[in-house]
């Protein structure tokens, strides 16, 4: 199984080690020919929209989306969940998303750069005690389609936020499991999400 974090902007390294520390082949990708290549994708935390307008400018958007709606494992975190959503609230003036996951996320809803925070969270499917969650301008989830299961959330401003969902091949994290030195989520993805990749099917 090769898995392809997307690289044209945002944690692409970060992502990279901590596939290779679950033990799958992990490419950096930013041409169509490694696009085409690749089994699952991660699309990393960033600038949605810068990563948008470059994925038009080097004409990889089509591909993306089309291999998305194809079925393609995706796992987007922060700027890759707002990437992901059918629908973005406080959206960018022009702003698109690859879409296919079927919920409405709001941009930087914690606040600014300042705002920041670490916490730990309980996520559905990984059992072995809470993940440290890291926060950066992130964004949450403010509604699902019936497909989608909230996997893990924040209380934040006097209510309950989704901040992890899955939708079958799709996962989205508002935050940044790539910089916790944890690599469940990670680990997750490709036991679980990807899970007929590895059993070879």
């Not at 960033?46 to 948008?52: D, F, K, L, Q």
């Not at 990889?60 to 079925?71: A, H, M, P, T, V």
């Not at 209380?155 to 030195?181: C, K, M």
């Amino acid at each position: 199984m090769k898995i392809g974090v997307l690289a044209l902007q945002g944690d692409v390294a970060e992502h990279l080690q901590a596939l290779i520390a679950v033990g799958v082949d992990a490419y950096p990708v930013k041409t169509a020919a490694e696009i085409v290549g690749i089994d699952a994708m991660v699309i990393p935390g960033g600038e949605s929209t810068t990563i948008a307008k470059l994925a038009r400018s080097f004409d990889l958007f089509d591909l993306i989306q089309g291999r998305i709606r194809s079925g393609m494992p995706v796992y987007g975190s922060c700027a890759g969940m707002i990437l992901l959503a059918d629908e973005v609230t406080d959206a960018a003036k022009g702003q698109e998303t690859f879409g296919g996951l079927a919920v409405t996320v709001r941009r930087n809803a914690f606040g600014r750069q300042v705002d920041s925070f670490e916490t730990d969270l309980h996520f559905q499917g990984i059992s072995d005690g809470a993940i440290k969650a890291i926060f950066i301008r992130a964004p949450w989830v403010e509604q699902i389609g019936p497909e989608v299961s909230v996997l893990a959330e924040v209380a934040a401003f006097g209510h309950n936020h989704a901040v992890a969902v899955r939708q079958g091949n799709l996962l989205a994290t508002s935050f940044h499991p790539e910089i916790s030195g944890d690599n469940r989520v990670h680990r997750y993805f490709v036991e679980e999400v990807c899970r007929d990749l590895v059993s070879g099917k």
